[in-house]
């Protein structure tokens, strides 16, 4: 799953407002205990995603409320600037543990991820005569696919680590497109702004490790770091930046009947992430500008022992943007072991 695909690209592209490049991981979706690698089987999985942002920070982390469209040799235009964007995505995870072990006792595991994404993306410019224009667009269709061919992970009484790499392969919906504004006597080319799919490639290698204070493993404290190295894009001389995410959680299981068949599960979680290398390319604009968000919320759940499944929902609530939107996430997950 990727957030919100970005409106800026249409609007903020022609302009003094930020337009910088993300990548393909979006930080608040796993749940806390979901970087470690399980027990040996079979799971299967199903995150559900929204994403919803109506502020748009620069790379002062500013919020931004006007651009400039044109200005080549004149001043330009100054418009406002409202935005509006929505994210529903739904995100089926298939997923096997080895039986066998690695050296040192190791597992290995691998899963697969595709994505399907209901996008409504909406921003509305208003000149301040109030002659303006406005584009809503939404979309469902198939987004990008995560493959995770390598995930490995040891365990001791008190601590699990995993290292794993994976891809983002570009078979989401993206076209480039050209934005008329008569009014303005502007022309934009740039991604369309109800793509799903990002248009690029994206290796990502993540590690993870969790502490058990007790052998029982009923509190867990947890953290993964995720690096991700990005292509270039289809159609656009542009290569994203790297990123760099920070996940971390706190996950207690208390016991809700007896005999501990039904656990509720709690824990504050969020996440950081920060643009590590400048965009290249020759349609890079403001390359020196590297975007960063932060996130903070709660995890709630529940577990059902004997039918090894989980229902877990998740709220994280971003603050500290810089060069990107700055939102809100909901998921509620579903996942069993078979």
Known sequence: MRRALLVAAVLLGAGA???????????GVLNIRDFLVPD???????????????TLRDKNGDRVRSITIGGGVGPGVTVGLDVDVDVFTVVPTFMGVAPWELPGGGRY????????????????????TGVGVASDEG???????????VWLGWSGAHWDFSLSYGFYAPVGKYDTDKKNFPLLGVTIESPAADNIG????????????AWY???????AVAMAVTGEVHGEKESIDITPGSHVSWNWGISQYLPLVEDDWLLLEVGPTGYSQWQVSDDTGSAARNRNVHD?????????????????????ARYLHEFAAEDRFEGQMATISLGKKF
């Open 213 to 219: 204070p007790w052998e029982h493993r009923a509190t």
């Open 17 to 27: 407002a930020p337009a910088g490049e993300i990548g393909h991981y979006a930080p």
């Open 292 to 312: 960063q968000v932060h996130a903070a919320g709660l995890q709630l759940g529940l577990t059902h022992v004997p039918w090894n499944a989980f229902l877990t």
């Open 139 to 149: 979309q469902f269709g198939v987004g990008d696919l995560y493959v995770q061919p």
């Open 109 to 128: 595991a691998a899963y697969i991820s595709p994505t399907l994404a209901n996008t409504s993306v909406s921003a509305s410019l208003s000149t301040q």
């Open 198 to 209: 990002l248009g690029f490639w994206t290796h990502q290698f993540q590690t993870a490790a």
């Open 40 to 54: 040996p089987g079979w799971y299967a999985a199903v995150y559900n995603v929204y994403y919803g942002a109506d």
